[in-house]
Nanobody, 125 residues
Framework: QVQLVESGGGLVQSGGSLRLSCVAS????????MGWFRQTPRKSEREFVA?????????YYADSVKGRFTISRHTANHTADLQMNSLKPEDTAAYYC?????????????????WGQGTRVTVSS
């Protein structure tokens, strides 16, 4: 089993920045790819945002966040952070951390084996 706990959400003005953090715990978690997804009330599915492999060498991003968001990984304490800059009102959503024992590319294809409980991000215009 893998447990994921997110933190760092909040309210920010358009153009501002937030940093989300996801702490993973459990056996072999250091070999899991981790990523971020988001969901709004209008959509039934969680949208892929970014993913990073277990070593931190390979990353994937949704087109909508490229150049604004950066995912990073701290293998020592099993965390994956999402730095969000130049935030827009359309970035408002519940953000979820996900993990899989498969490569990070699997997360981009929405293959998620474990989910966190989510953290709320609200961007005001």
């Amino acid at each position: 089993q893998v447990q994921l706990v997110e933190s760092g959400g909040g309210l920010v003005q358009s153009g501002g920045s937030l940093r989300l953090s996801c702490v993973a715990s459990g056996r072999t978690v250091s070999r899991y790819a981790m990523g971020w997804f988001r969901q709004t009330p209008r959509k039934s599915e969680r949208e892929f945002v970014a993913a990073i492999d277990w070593s931190g060498d390979t990353t994937y991003y949704a087109d909508s966040v490229k150049g604004r968001f950066t995912i990073s990984r701290h293998t020592a304490n099993h965390t994956a952070d999402l730095q969000m800059n130049s935030l827009k009102p359309e970035d408002t959503a519940a953000y979820y951390c996900g993990a899989t024992p498969y490569p990070a590319e699997a997360l981009a294809g929405r293959r998620v084996d474990y989910w966190g409980q989510g953290t709320r991000v609200t961007v005001s215009s």
